[in-house]
């Protein structure tokens, strides 16, 4: 069974919606440890009331950011971890742990990317006046929030949006897409080739879902 890694900095709500698809049997893997930068991450307590191992690494303990990634990487590696999911980890993966776990770093943006990449995307979709808003499940490469895209969610976007209501709305998103991609990789299903991700035995679906457009569509499991 698949062993997940998490790196977290804060409230982890993504995190606790990968817990939930795990316990109600929707994803086949289970959590190996978190990882935090942050002693005071709300994440630890949702580690804690599940049981999850976790770890505080500070940054400032360590020579260089690669060397603060190898002992991520090297944590992640001794506990059999297959995945590594960032969710809500404030800081730019390093090369260390991007080799020891090729195309196998998530992230999730709350933006369409490529739009919007960065901190505030939220308030950057807001503040432009988009139409469409929206979040992306994306393997990590080394640039900021460029790497590969697995799932994005269309979140349409209002004039009288705020940062926060625009927020708010598109984290109900994330909340669904980011379970299901760790799903379908922990089915063996997601392929990366020439920097586009390949879903295996897709199948097509009329129905796109609700409110919001969600490529590709979620399956029914
Ligand atoms: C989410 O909006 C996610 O897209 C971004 O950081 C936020 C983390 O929220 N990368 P949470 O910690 O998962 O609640």
């Given at each position: 069974?698949?062993?997940?890694?998490?790196?977290?900095s804060?409230?982890?709500?993504?995190f606790?919606?990968?817990?939930?698809?795990?316990?109600?049997?929707?994803?086949?893997a289970?959590?190996?440890?978190?990882v935090?930068?942050?002693?005071?991450?709300?994440?630890?307590?949702?580690?804690?009331?599940?049981?999850?191992?976790?770890?505080?690494?500070?940054?400032r303990?360590?020579?260089?950011?690669?060397?603060?990634?190898?002992?991520?990487a090297?944590?992640?590696?001794?506990?059999?971890?297959?995945?590594?999911?960032?969710a809500?980890?404030?800081?730019?993966?390093?090369r260390?742990?991007?080799?020891?776990?090729?195309?196998?770093?998530?992230?999730i943006?709350?933006?369409?990317?490529?739009?919007?990449?960065?901190?505030?995307?939220?308030?950057?979709?807001?503040?432009?006046?988009?139409?469409?808003?929206?979040c992306?499940?994306?393997?990590?490469?080394?640039?900021?929030?460029?790497?590969?895209?697995?799932?994005?969610?269309?979140?349409?976007?209002?004039?009288?949006?705020?940062?926060?209501?625009?927020?708010?709305?598109?984290?109900?998103?994330?909340?669904?897409?980011?379970?299901?991609?760790?799903?379908?990789?922990?089915?063996?299903?997601?392929?990366?080739?020439?920097?586009?991700?390949?879903?295996?035995?897709?199948?097509?679906?009329?129905?796109?879902?609700?409110?919001?457009?969600?490529?590709?569509?979620?399956?029914?499991?």
């Amino acid at each position: 069974m698949l062993k997940i890694g998490v790196l977290a900095s804060g409230r982890g709500s993504n995190f606790q919606a990968i817990i939930d698809a795990i316990k109600g049997g929707r994803i086949n893997a289970g959590i190996a440890l978190l990882v935090t930068d942050k002693p005071d991450a709300y994440a630890i307590e949702r580690a804690r009331a599940n049981g999850i191992p976790y770890l505080y690494l500070d940054p400032r303990g360590f020579t260089s950011r690669d060397a603060y990634f190898e002992k991520v990487a090297g944590e992640l590696s001794s506990r059999g971890a297959g995945l590594v999911v960032l969710a809500g980890f404030m800081r730019i993966v390093r090369r260390p742990l991007l080799e020891a776990f090729p195309w196998k770093v998530m992230n999730i943006h709350p933006a369409l990317l490529p739009s919007f990449p960065g901190l505030h995307g939220q308030r950057q979709a807001a503040q432009y006046g988009v139409k469409i808003s929206g979040c992306t499940v994306h393997f990590v490469d080394e640039g900021m929030d460029t790497g590969p895209i697995i799932i994005q969610a269309a979140v349409p976007a209002r004039h009288d949006d705020t940062e926060e209501s625009l927020s708010q709305r598109i984290l109900e998103y994330e909340h669904r897409i980011y379970p299901e991609a760790v799903r379908l990789f922990a089915e063996g299903r997601l392929e990366v080739r020439d920097k586009k991700v390949f879903i295996r035995g897709f199948k097509k679906k009329a129905d796109m879902g609700g409110e919001a457009l969600i490529s590709p569509p979620l399956e029914d499991v």
